[in-house]
């Protein structure tokens, strides 16, 4: 059952003694729920800890008045929740924002990573002005009014026509983000940029692109695999969040790629 730890972030830790412990890191927007497809097939080999980020789902919003958020911010949470939890060392499973994470975990805490798949992601995510002007804009008009515009760029046409529900649930939960943490991470991750901070790694990495994403092409992927030395699978027909929209086939890599891990 997720609860709350001192630092408000709710969290659901699936705890399968003398197993390794596999951490999802969700999309901007989104919540926990987006890894539903992937955890129950996880849980006979692996502990699982999921969690919300800031202002999303049932964690607490950053406070009104914290303006920015340090470049180590979401790593410093995370890793203090992992110590708090006595997990030392983990598989990290993150997609878009998620997947920035994972790459200063791989700069700057490789020593607590057994792998990492990192999914629709890249060194450096839009623009520093795209994602002030988006910041910018939630403040001014909220997550309830532009939600239906922004998750329309989350999913494929395939996706979309697949599970007509799909669009509407996520909106819903859009919605309902707290603008301020949200508007904070969209300006963090306008500052984020990893091209100068990856190098090739022994780290096993599995790196996922959609075939249909317009926010993280598969193109970004390829030059994080440069970066790291490391391939890239596409997954057709499928957007900016596979564990959704292709989940049998998201669910078979990710399980293949963590019990090949030694």
Known sequence: MPVSTQQGINYQFIDNPGKPTVVLAHPLGMNMHVWDYLVPDLTTNFSILRFDLAGHGDSTPYSADTT????????????????????????????????????????????????????????????????????????????????????????????????PNLLSQWASLLARTDDHSYGLLCAWLGEQDMSESLEATDIPVLLIAGEDDVATPTSDLIALGKALNKPVAELKQTGHVPSLESSREFTQLVRDHLTSVK
């Open 68 to 163: 920015s958020l340090e470049d180590s911010r979401l790593v410093d949470d995370l890793l203090q929740l992992c110590d708090e939890l006595g997990i030392a060392t983990f598989h990290f499973v993150g997609t878009s924002i998620g997947g920035m994470l994972g790459q200063q975990l791989l700069a700057s805490a490789s020593e607590r990573l057994l792998s990492a798949t990192l999914t629709n992601t890249g060194m450096k995510i839009g623009s520093r002005e795209g994602w002030l002007d988006r910041q910018a804009k939630v403040m001014q008009q909220s997550l309830s009014t532009l939600a239906p515009s922004l998750v329309t760029r989350w999913f494929s046409p395939e996706s979309t026509e697949r599970y």
